[in-house]
């Protein structure tokens, strides 16, 4: 069983859906838990930060984590097409004194205007 | 504070032959990650280097290498390149060592023929 599992879509929308992005995890060791967002030819770029149980939101981005469920989500309301990019959930991992990051494989998500 | 910087953006290379990425982390930024990223298997964490020293490795073979500087900046080696090798290569900073966000550069694309 891989650590992290993220479906790789792609998921196309229409402009102004709600988009839901979902990743699963075994490794019950994750402590924090991050969304980054990846256009095309282009390094991945932070879009959330989260490192408890719960909800946290930031303009039109929320970050659900659910530690008891291993499952972690982000919700995309509004959603433009300046929003098509890739998205991948990361966690972190905490070995020999420093972190390391485990990456879901990303979604491909395109919305159309 | 500018961004990650990575040189160079694209490289390409034969089989046999060695190669050696850069990364200028963002200023004051003391942790520099190497990251692999690939369609087949996504984002994998090479390795972690925090004041000139290897905190943590990934499940690569010893062809590639690393090393940080004094001024935190630092590069990456592989050596006896495979086809397999192409891959963007990604440098991710971090103020420190865990705990915390990591930024990404825009990558080095190389093509190993």
């Known amino acids: 069983q891989k650590e992290v599992e993220q479906d790789p879509g792609p998921l196309s929308v229409p402009e102004g859906a709600i988009v839901s992005l979902n990743c699963t995890y075994s490794?019950?060791?994750?402590?924090?838990f991050m969304w980054y967002r990846q256009y095309s030819r282009k390094g991945p770029e932070l879009l959330m930060y989260?490192?408890?149980?719960g909800n946290k939101e930031d303009g039109r981005f929320t970050a659900q984590v659910d530690k008891s469920s291993k499952y972690i989500s982000l919700f995309i309301r509004d959603s433009q097409p300046s929003d098509s990019a890739t998205y991948l959930c990361a966690m972190s991992l905490s070995q020999g004194g420093s972190e390391k990051l485990v990456f879901g494989k990303g979604t491909k998500l395109t919305v159309n205007p | 504070k500018a961004g990650v910087t990575q040189t160079p953006r694209y490289l390409i290379k034969t089989r046999g032959q060695q190669v050696t990425l850069s990364c200028s982390p963002i200023?004051?930024?003391?942790?520099v990650s190497w990251y692999q990223q690939t369609p087949g298997q996504g984002l994998q964490f090479l390795f972690e280097?925090?004041?000139?020293?290897?905190?943590n490795k990934g499940n690569f073979p010893g062809r590639f290498s690393g090393r940080q500087f004094s001024n935190s900046r630092s590069e990456m080696n592989v050596s006896t390149l495979e086809l397999g090798d192409s891959a963007l290569y990604l440098c991710a900073s971090s103020p420190r060592t865990s705990g915390g966000t990591q930024y990404f550069g825009p990558g080095t694309r190389l093509t190993v023929l």
């Open positions: 280097y925090f004041s000139e020293t290897q905190r």
């Open positions: 200023s004051g930024h003391r942790s």
């Open positions: 490794n019950s060791a994750f402590q924090y």
């Open positions: 989260t490192y408890s149980s």
